[in-house]
């Protein structure tokens, strides 16, 4: 049995004429009775009955006839939902994103005009640090991700340039030291004092580049405690466990018991980049990249 019996059966049964059948589907008269007459032998009864005024179902046919009417029409609907797929409005997609990259700026406002674009596209949204994410990436883990490029990709990837932050100072509201807030810090004047920084293990580049700006600003940082993330280090900045230099994005939700500075003597520049694997296959990804690239071009003045 093949597809083409159950269309032709069923265009039979509504025009209940072979000839009508014929007209409509552009096939001779001849080949939609063979068609007809092989499907019932497959099935091993009559779907319809035949007199000198025409066809008309038996009651077999008129059973089966429902039936084939839910198959096509689950056919078609699969059709459908696969083009929207192929065309990446449909499908799903499974993007990586360092955590304070989505407060602000590029990345929620691509997110938001992405599932306004594209609502049939589950977009999976997985927190992790910049390495992870291009770990996850070549691993066919995550089809995507938000990073803070700092080093040259792997082979095969491709990256989108988003907008590029800087490093801010932390400091506790407890220290209750006296600094014009509109005004860049001198880090040196903080020489001693302890602070809070990532372990190297997190981003080897990222801290490798900091710790060697500080040195050249006059300062070595009292690290007295890690963490892995942004936001750990500053529950332990607002507790007045030490200082902590983070990155500028935190400025978009500060917390109450810290207060941000600019830098005078020190800047690690932080480009925020899209990344994805260049033969990734998923279309969704790839109506995603559009979208992201119209969002950069409307923010542009």
């Known amino acids: 049995m093949e597809l083409r ?55 077999a046919g008129d059973s089966y006839l429902r039936d084939v009417h839910a198959i096509l029409a689950a056919l078609d609907a699969a059709g459908q939902r696969a083009r929207r797929v192929a065309g990446g409005a449909a499908g799903q997609l499974r993007l990586g994103y360092v955590e304070n990259t989505g407060w602000d700026g590029p990345v929620p406002q691509a997110l938001q005009r992405f599932q306004a674009e594209a609502p049939e596209v589950a977009v999976e949204l997985s927190a992790l640090n910049s390495p992870e994410q291009l770990a996850a990436i070549a691993r066919h883990a995550l089809d995507g991700g938000f990073i803070y490029q700092l ?118 520049p932080l480009p925020l980049c899209f990344v994805w694997r260049r033969e990734a296959g998923n279309p969704a990804l790839a109506r995603f990249v559009d979208s992201l690239r119209q969002t950069i071009d409307s923010a542009r003045p």
Not at 16 to 36: G, M
Not at 209 to 215: D, E, G, T, V
Not at 235 to 264: D, E, K, M, S, T
């Open 151 to 268: 080093e040259p990709l792997p082979d095969g990837f491709a990256s989108l340039p988003l907008r590029q932050q800087d490093v801010v100072l932390a400091l506790p509201r407890a220290w209750r030291i006296e600094h014009d807030e509109t005004q860049p810090f001198d880090l040196r004047a903080l020489a001693g004092r302890p602070f809070i920084a990532f372990p190297r293990a997190v981003y080897p580049e990222y801290h490798d580049r900091l710790f060697s700006a500080c040195l050249q600003a006059g300062v070595r940082l009292n690290v007295v405690q890690e963490q892995p993330t942004e936001a750990a280090m500053l529950a332990l900045v607002c507790a007045g466990v030490g200082a902590a230099i983070v990155n500028a994005a935190n400025l978009a939700r500060p917390p109450a018991q810290a207060r941000f500075y600019r830098l005078r003597n020190l800047s690690v």
């Open 5 to 59: 019996h159950l269309r032709y059966f069923a265009a039979v049964a509504e025009h209940a004429s072979i000839r009508a059948a014929s007209e409509t589907l552009h096939i001779s008269q001849p080949a939609i009775t063979r068609q007809i007459q092989d499907l019932e032998g497959e099935l091993g009864f009559a779907l319809f009955a035949r007199s000198p005024r025409g066809l008309r179902l038996t009651p």
